[in-house]
T-cell receptor, first 115, second 113 residues
């Protein structure tokens, strides 16, 4: 059963620490999205990759966040240094272009708490 | 640019009653339309989608939605809800050249026993 895998599922850290979240997209998918979900802001797009190339990271605070796809099976989202306002659930989703565009498969999320 | 409005943040409904979750969108180009569902402590999953063709779209778990171009709406309906339908429902659109989704704010469906 193909699924998007995210690690860690839960992370508690202190302000100023580096946090790295990882995502394994579904094999064969060529688009990867990082979203952040909070009660106040809802679902926010942080970064979007197509064929491993970053196409849109306008939603991401550039001074502390970075997103990469070192290979087709791994996407990473890094926060350095972390701040309490970064506390949220971070979702990775993958999909395909063409006829299946918009049909995204989400991971279960990484719940981040920054103290 | 597209935008999506989900008119209700919460919809309470009795079990076995019908429900309609409303979604309106704005766009200057033709769009694809989607409903996603998020169960507690899980990621989102696709419920149904409209790409072209019949304006009535059937999805999983007995849900359906109707695309109304003149009213720019894509409302989600279910004739009889169950306690297991308790979740948050998100409407989303994308244009036909851009693969990014524009999301509504979500509607929490609350089932009363």
């Amino acid at each position: 059963d193909a699924r998007v895998t995210q690690t860690p599922r839960h992370k508690v850290t202190e302000m100023g620490q580096e946090v790295t979240m990882r995502c394994q997209p579904i094999l064969g998918h060529n688009t990867v999205f990082w979203y952040r979900q909070t009660m106040m802001q809802g679902l926010e797009l942080l970064a979007y990759f197509r064929n491993r190339a970053p196409l849109d990271d306008s939603g991401m605070p550039k001074d502390r966040f970075s997103a990469e796809m070192p290979d087709a099976t791994l996407a990473t989202l890094k926060i350095q240094p972390s701040e309490p306002r970064d506390s949220a659930v971070y979702f990775c989703a993958s999909g395909l272009t063409g006829g299946k565009a918009g049909e995204l498969f989400f991971g279960e999320g990484s719940r981040l708490t920054v103290l | 640019a597209q935008s999506v409005t989900q008119l209700d943040s919460q919809v309470p409904v009795f079990e076995e009653a019908p429900v309609e979750l409303r979604c309106n969108y704005s766009s200057s180009v033709s769009v694809y339309l989607f409903w996603y569902v998020q169960y507690p402590n899980q990621g989102l999953q696709l419920l149904l989608k409209y790409l072209s063709g019949s304006t009535l779209v059937k999805g999983i778990n007995g849900f359906e939605a109707e695309f109304n171009k003149s009213q720019t709406s894509f409302h989600l309906r279910k004739p009889s809800v169950h306690i297991s339908d308790t979740a948050e429902y998100f409407c989303a659109v994308s244009d036909r050249s851009n693969y990014q989704l524009i999301w509504g704010a979500g509607t929490k469906l609350i089932i009363k026993p």
